[in-house]
């Protein structure tokens, strides 16, 4: 089983930056993609963005060009710039993973970290 642990988040003004850290923890045979999701009251969960183990990135268009996701072996990092109201939303991370090279992957979630931007 994989626990992941933000942290990270808090308050910010409009046009600021905040940076997001999550790290896997437990048994495992390897972590592959990692992730963020987000989400805003009334509002379904959303992608934010996503990165492999190869390092590929993908990011919603709300955020691409201002948001930048990084990782590291069992790790994922999310820099969040020029940040506007509409980011503020509890952020998730999410990984998935396996306990062998032949089973079907697993996916776990992080606890959630509250971002707001606000002047």
């Known amino acids: 089983q994989v626990q992941l642990v933000e942290s990270g988040g808090g308050l910010v003004q409009p046009g600021g930056s905040l940076s997001l850290h999550c790290t896997a923890s437990g048994r495992f045979y390897a972590i592959y993609d990692m992730g963020w999701y987000r989400q805003a009251p009334g509002r379904q969960r959303e992608s934010v963005a996503n990165?492999?183990?190869?390092?590929r990135q993908r990011y919603a268009d709300s955020v691409n060009g201002r948001f930048i996701i990084s990782r590291g072996t069992n790790s994922v990092h999310l820099q969040m710039n020029d940040l506007k109201p509409d980011d503020t939303a509890v952020y998730y991370c999410n990984a998935e993973w396996k306990n062998d090279a032949y089973e079907v992957p697993s996916f776990s979630w992080g606890q959630g970290t509250q971002v707001t931007v606000s002047s």
């Open positions: 990165i492999t183990r190869g390092d």
